[in-house]
């Protein structure tokens, strides 16, 4: 079900320590309608579940619209980041490489939930998936990736020193 933020976290008592929250992409093409991204959302899931995952690794979704998803319970340890699962969160842009080129909606409703979630989780580190791990994972436009440096919603570090 697709919810505002401030809706992700009702009837969720947190328990776990989130320091991070960790943004990707899903490579598979967005869709539009709720019950398409419903069904591209459980494809996600058992796509997850065949790695031998407990779940969808992600625990909350944008999609194209710009609209949230509520993929797994933010209490629970996500599986979407080598070595950071822990301490993290992860949001997963439901595009495709190609559409993420265009996306106005999905990358504003990324900025609604980064200043969010930079609320209500204290000022967590906000990583793209590129900077903790060896993948191309968001290829987001660079004039999207400069915004969110420029807003402070992206830390240094990383694996690949950005």
């Known amino acids: 079900m697709f919810l505002k933020p401030e809706d992700l976290f009702k009837g969720q008592q947190i328990t776990r320590k989130i320091t991070a929250v960790v943004l990707h992409y899903s490579a598979v093409a967005g869709k539009k309608t709720a019950e398409e991204v419903k069904k591209q959302i459980e494809a996600i899931r058992q796509s997850h579940k065949q790695r031998g995952w407990k779940d969808i690794g992600y625990h909350i979704g944008v999609d194209l619209l710009g609209r949230y998803w509520l993929l797994r319970p933010l209490n629970e340890v996500g599986s979407h980041a080598k070595g950071y699962n822990s301490n993290s969160i992860g949001v997963v842009m439901l595009a495709d490489a190609e559409q993420l080129q265009s996306a106005p909606l999905l990358e504003e409703a990324v900025l609604r939930l980064f200043g969010f979630l930079s609320v209500r989780l204290r000022n967590p580190a906000f990583f793209l998936h590129k900077q903790l791990n060896p993948t191309e994972c968001p290829p987001?436009?660079?004039?999207?990736?400069?915004?969110l440096r420029t807003l402070g919603y992206l830390s240094g570090g990383g694996v690949n020193g950005t």
Do not use: H, P, T, Y
């Open 140 to 147: 987001i436009r660079k004039e999207f990736e400069n915004r």
